[in-house]
């Protein structure tokens, strides 16, 4: 399968806490995005990466929130003293080129629930 | 603020055609239409997406009004499979060029 890996699938971590979710994007895809969906709602944009660098992060990030894409491959979305709030399924999704009508290929989620 | 209003919810028969519609009326004259849907425990699935005329694809077809204020996705034959969220999506202009999604429309297909 060629498709986007997320990894873990779950995670169940107590407040205060630090959580790392990776993504592997699908081979030589530029674009990578890091989504946030809770339940009975549409995925909230967070941040997007074309190549290594981060080009744009949604205005209401914490900063609590960082991500990375070293080598402009895999992705790492890191939670710092997690809350009650940060319990929501993580998607990523990459696309190819540089176009912003791209269609998007997501993972499956990671989903974080805070104890 | 790039919004849709889609209802919350859908219901067909299988085997019979699904039309799925989308309000867009603060569309910019060069923002694309993007349709997605979301199955049960996975991620989005890209569905189809265009610009001013109709669009086909393997997965559906997609009526874009002149106006270009509504849209309307079309499954030709709904099956059990089917059944997922269908999401109608713009791109934010407002900041950066990101997709905003609503809650989309639940289609529930019956057999």
């Known amino acids: 399968d060629t498709g986007v890996s997320q990894d873990p699938r779950h995670k169940i971590t107590k407040r205060g806490q630090n959580v790392t979710f990776r993504c592997d994007p699908i081979s030589e895809h530029n674009r990578l995005y890091w989504y946030r969906q809770t339940l009975g709602q549409g995925p909230e944009f967070l941040t997007y990466f074309q190549n290594e660098a981060q080009l744009e992060k949604s205005r209401l990030l914490s900063d609590r929130f960082s991500a990375e894409r070293p080598k402009g491959s895999f992705s790492t979305l890191e939670i710092q003293r997690t809350e009650q709030g940060d319990s929501a399924m993580y998607l990523c999704?990459?696309?190819?080129?540089?176009?912003?009508?791209?269609?998007?290929?997501f993972g499956d989620g990671t989903r974080l629930s805070i104890l | 603020d790039a919004k849709t209003t889609q209802p919350n919810s859908m219901e067909s028969n299988e085997e019979e055609p699904v039309h799925l519609p989308c309000n867009h009326s603060t569309i910019s004259g060069t923002d694309y239409i993007h349709w997605y849907r979301q199955l049960p425990s996975q991620g989005p699935e890209y569905v189809i997406h265009?610009?001013?005329s109709n669009v086909n694809n393997r997965m559906a077809s997609l009526a874009i009004a002149e106006d270009r204020k509504s849209s309307t996705l079309i499954l030709h034959r709904a099956t059990l499979r089917d059944a997922a969220v269908y999401y109608c999506i713009l791109r934010d202009r407002s900041y950066g060029q990101n997709f905003v999604f609503g809650p989309g429309t639940r289609l529930s297909v019956l057999p």
């Open positions: 265009g610009l001013t």
């Open positions: 999704a990459s696309s190819p080129g540089t176009g912003y009508n791209q269609p998007q290929h």
